[in-house]
């Protein structure tokens, strides 16, 4: 069976340091990933999406980026984080079995910048 | 541009009683149409999807309820229970080999009460 793990969960980091959130899926090859953040009080955004290695689409201009070093892993990271970088980090995984489950979502990262 | 939303921030319901989360969009091109729960701390969990070919998905306590013309989707629970209480969030998919990206709305927190 699939399986995605996402770490850590829980991360609090001062303003100006680096992020490096991973992703990794199991039980499955060529997986489309993804990258959302839920901030407080707000839906579920789509920040980056990949449809293979090293292919990456941006949804939004911010302060992240994303990357596919393999299949199966998805990272996402920052060089210098803001305050407005808060927020509840979701990966998530779709395969090409059709729409009957979607995506199925990591347990989450909460990021809190100080 | 909201091309998913849920209007209702938050609905309480008592036990036993039925729950009604609605969910409007405006791209008429979305062809598919998923609901997910979603604990805090937690990542969302797939409930149950509607294709545009139908106008109505039962499982269980769980049904959709989808109206094209309105562009209106609903998911009705019944009998609501307190495990329910969590933020329902809805989805819509139209992108066929763009990713299979999904759109969400901003989510509707049930609250069942005893």
């Known amino acids: 069976s699939q399986t995605i793990h996402q770490w850590p969960a829980t991360l609090v980091q001062p303003v100006g340091s680096p992020l490096s959130l991973e992703c990794t899926v199991e039980g499955t090859s060529n997986p489309n990933l993804y990258w959302y953040r839920q901030a407080a009080g707000r839906g579920l955004q789509l920040l980056f999406y990949s449809v293979g290695i090293g292919q990456i689409s941006s949804e939004v201009p911010q302060n992240l980026s994303a990357s596919r070093p393999q299949d199966r892993q998805f990272i996402l990271s920052s060089k210098k984080l803001l305050l407005s970088d808060s927020g509840f980090y979701l990966c998530?995984?779709?395969?090409?079995?059709?729409?009957?489950?979607?995506?199925?979502f990591g347990s989450g990262t909460r990021l809190t910048v100080v | 541009d909201q091309q998913v939303k849920q209007n209702s921030p938050s609905l309480s319901v008592q036990e036993g009683r039925i729950s009604i989360l609605n969910c409007d969009y405006t791209n008429s091109m979305f062809d598919y149409f998923l609901w997910y729960k979603k604990y805090p701390a937690e990542g969302p969990t797939f409930l149950i999807s509607?294709?545009?070919?139908?106008d109505k998905n039962e499982d269980g306590r769980f049904t959709v309820f989808l109206n094209k013309s309105a562009k209106h989707l609903s998911l009705h629970i019944v009998p609501s229970q307190p495990g329910d209480s969590a933020v329902y969030f809805c989805?819509?998919?139209?992108?066929?080999?763009?990713?299979?990206?999904?759109?969400f709305g901003t989510g509707t927190q049930l609250k069942v009460e005893l």
């Open positions: 998530a995984w779709s395969g090409d079995r059709g729409w009957d489950y979607g995506y199925t």
């Open positions: 509607i294709s545009s070919i139908k």
């Open positions: 989805a819509a998919s139209g992108v066929r080999g763009g990713g299979n990206k999904l759109t």
